[in-house]
């Protein structure tokens, strides 16, 4: 995994309005067809088994080498669980990315 491309890219979803960060506006987007949900690194096994439940077949699930620390550091907000939505931020996310549970 590219940490830099993939910090990059989750900041460019941002930007664009095409990341829900937190893991009930995570939960209402992939209920809406968010094609990944991003998890930190550093997430609970509850919450990750939770977002698994929530995801379904739906979306991907995508977990990151970051943790929340790694966000926060570069960014200045912290999250475990964010949705994408958006196919192309997705595609651009997926290719940072090599390590994915689902």
Known sequence: MN???LLSAIS????????KIGFDAAKSAAAAGAPIVLIASDISDR???SVERFCGDGCEIVRTELTQDDISDKFGWRFGVAAVTDNNFAKLINKAIQ???K
Not at 14 to 19: I, M, N, P, Q
């Open 3 to 5: 940490k830099e491309k």
């Open 47 to 49: 919450t990750r088994q």
């Open 12 to 19: 460019m979803a941002r930007g664009a309005g095409k990341l």
């Open 99 to 101: 390590g994915r549970i």
